[in-house]
């Protein structure tokens, strides 16, 4: 299995969701995605902290959430407010609040 994480493909061991967007599910906007070739729903690996700040824990699962491209891009250039929580990430977006967990507790 492939998961694009910034432009960069790289493998995964799988994905309990089935590679679906969080925050579309979350939204229940059904989802932005294709299917590829494969058969896999095509899906981007968010960095909720960005890596460039490589701060510690930015570069593994418990800052990663599994998005649609077209949410992946909000994220970055949206009116999107973050607020880290225990155990998932709270978002503002779209006028709504979320919370979303992270790829390492997704079930
Ligand atoms: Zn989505």
Redesign the pocket.
Known sequence: MYLVENSRSSTTSGCPNGFA?Q??DALGTG???FIKPNGERYAEAHHVIPDSEQGIGSLGASNINI??A??HRQMHHGDVRIERMPKSFGLEIDGKLLSIKPFALIT
Do not use: D, P, Q
């Open positions: 967007c925050i579309c989802h932005g995605s998005l649609c077209n949410r």
